[in-house]
């Protein structure tokens, strides 16, 4: 595929179906970088909040400096609807539903149903391998995964993924594309379970377990480790840019004596069904790993909006190749 002409994006409609959470950050992510967009709510209860919640992020958007253009002229640009005929002249469609593959395979039918043979379809799944995914679509050739952070409109992460049937030109052409969404994304050319992050993410929520599970530390105690420590240097560095930094050797040598004691359980934990079963949904609705007053619950949530804003200021002035810019800069 040719590469996108990245100052052309209000020639390339794009449908997002599902409107919740991350629904609702990536339709307003990509009015922001100048798309028409075609949001499909598939189930009513979407209609309800969709609006407020898109229009809440671009003017957030706008007031933080992300845009400039004012949120009544983006959502111009922007149809909600429950039909999803309007999806007719899009280019892409992102799948944003809940991550159960029945209901993703109903949507992908009704999305085929009325997209272009060349249009591209893709979906957001957190963790269910895009091999799969694919064979439950019409044409698995045009057929990606789409893996978002939230808050879609402020991270700068994506991840495409090309499964077993993906062409992976296409893929290419995804990721040229989304760097006019403000994202620095990685393209996962071989698919795996989970894909990078979530590989990375779900060893170290497994091993948060192990520690509080058999009494090495509290929930508090983990967070707090967690929050002073990759907390403080992962935005700038990753992991193997920070070994790099703090010695490679020694972690040659923690590795031989520490890997065989690392949690390897294939069993969700216990602490994490119990909350499940009696119904906690986190902040959601105040249950989870901490007690929360419905007013805590909700500031928490507020908190994290606000320093999404914060952190993602520091972590423009840092991109990817801060180095070499640096080394430029000098050379003048
Ligand atoms: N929340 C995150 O941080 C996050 C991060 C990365 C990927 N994801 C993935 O994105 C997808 C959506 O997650 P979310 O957090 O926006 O979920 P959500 O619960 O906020 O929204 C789910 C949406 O699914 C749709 N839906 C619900 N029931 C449906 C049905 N029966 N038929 C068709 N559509 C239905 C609705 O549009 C609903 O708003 C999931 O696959 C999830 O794994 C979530």
Redesign the pocket.
């Known amino acids: 595929m040719n590469k996108p002409d990245l100052s052309r994006t209000r020639e390339i409609p794009i449908g997002v179906?599902?409107?919740?959470?991350?629904?609702?950050s990536i339709t307003a992510c990509l009015l922001m970088a100048g798309h028409p967009v075609v949001a499909v709510?598939?189930?009513e209860?979407?209609l309800e909040h969709a609006e407020r919640r898109i229009r809440e992020h671009l003017s957030k958007s706008q007031q933080e400096g992300l845009v400039d253009v004012d949120p009544g002229t983006l959502m111009k640009n922007l149809s909600i609807t429950t039909d999803y005929s309007a999806l007719g002249p899009c280019k892409l469609a992102i799948e944003?539903?809940?991550?159960?593959i029945d209901?993703?395979r109903?949507?992908y039918q009704k999305i085929e149903a009325v997209i272009a043979e060349d249009a591209l379809l893709t979906?957001?799944?957190?963790?269910?391998p895009i091999s799969i995914l694919q064979e439950q679509t019409r044409h698995p050739g045009r057929f990606f995964g789409l893996?978002?952070?939230?808050p879609s409109h402020t991270t700068r992460f994506l991840e495409v993924i090309c499964g077993e049937k993906s062409d992976v030109s296409k893929g290419e052409y995804l990721y040229d594309l989304s760097h006019a969404w403000g994202k620095e994304p990685t393209l996962v050319r071989k698919d795996i379970r989970g894909f990078i992050t979530n590989r990375l993410m779900y060893a170290m929520y497994r091993e948060a377990f192990y520690l509080v599970e058999n009494g090495y530390a509290t929930v508090e105690d983990v967070d707090r480790a967690c929050r002073n420590n990759p907390g403080y240097w992962m935005t700038l560095l990753g992991v193997f840019r920070w070994m790099d930094l703090t010695g490679v050797p020694a972690y040659h040598t923690v590795m031989k004596d520490l890997f065989p004691t690392l949690s390897n359980a294939t069993e969700v934990p216990k602490l994490i069904d119990d909350i499940v079963k009696a119904g906690g949904k986190g902040t959601a609705n105040a249950h989870g790993f901490y007690t929360y007053t419905p007013e805590e619950a909700e500031l928490w949530e507020e908190t994290f909006r606000e320093f999404t804003y914060e952190i993602r200021k520091l972590a423009l002035k840092y991109p990817v190749d801060i180095v070499k810019r640096k080394l430029k800069n000098s050379a003048r």
């Open positions: 179906v599902g409107l919740g959470l991350m629904g609702c709510a598939p189930i209860g979407d944003c539903t809940l991550e159960n209901i993703k109903s949507v979906s957001n799944t957190s963790a269910i893996h978002w952070a939230e």
